[in-house]
C-alpha cells in the first residue's frame, strides 16, 4: 500500500475540490461571458450570476447574511446582481446603467473569488 495518499481513517481522505483546474475553468467561462455581453447584457448577466453561485458553493462561501459576517460584502453583490435578474424576468423595468452596474458588481465579485484579493489589491476574509 503506497503511503502518498491519505489513509482510509483520515478524516480528509477522499475527493477534494481541484481549484487550480476550477479557476481555470472559470475563467474560461468568465470570459466567455464577457464576450456574450455585447450581444445580449442581460443572458451574459444570467451566466455570470450562474457561474458565481457555483463558485460560492465550491468554494464553500457562505450565501446568507447572517451565515458569515465577512463574506457580508459577497452575500450583498450577490443579491444586487439576483435582484436586477429577478427584475427582467418579471419584465419589470430595468435601466440599462442598472444592468451594466450588477455586471460591474459581477466582475469585481468575480475577480474576488478568483484572487482572494479586492480590486485594491488588500487581501479577502473569505
Known amino acids: 500500500?503506497?503511503?502518498?495518499?491519505p489513509s482510509g481513517n483520515d478524516p480528509?481522505?477522499?475527493?477534494?475540490p481541484d481549484v487550480g483546474a476550477d479557476l481555470q475553468l472559470w475563467t474560461?467561462?468568465?470570459e466567455q461571458i464577457e464576450e456574450a455581453r455585447t450581444d445580449d447584457a442581460p443572458e451574459a448577466l444570467a451566466d455570470?450570476?450562474?457561474l458565481?453561485?457555483?463558485?460560492?458553493?465550491e468554494l464553500d462561501i457562505p450565501t446568507r447574511p447572517t451565515e458569515?459576517?465577512?463574506?457580508?460584502d459577497l452575500v450583498k453583490a450577490r443579491e444586487q446582481i439576483r435582484?436586477?435578474?429577478d427584475r427582467l424576468s418579471r419584465e419589470a423595468p430595468v435601466d440599462r446603467e442598472e444592468v451594466d452596474d450588477a455586471f460591474d458588481e459581477a466582475r469585481r465579485t468575480f475577480d474576488l473569488l478568483a484572487t482572494g484579493?479586492?480590486?485594491?489589491?488588500?487581501d479577502a476574509a473569505i
Open 117 to 122: 484579493r479586492h480590486a485594491g489589491g488588500q
Open 48 to 50: 455570470a450570476a450562474d
Open 68 to 72: 458569515a459576517p465577512e463574506t457580508e
Open 1 to 5: 500500500m503506497s503511503d502518498l495518499g
Open 28 to 30: 474560461t467561462r468568465w
Open 83 to 85: 435582484d436586477v435578474l
Open 52 to 57: 458565481l453561485d457555483e463558485m460560492f458553493s
Open 12 to 16: 480528509d481522505a477522499g475527493m477534494q
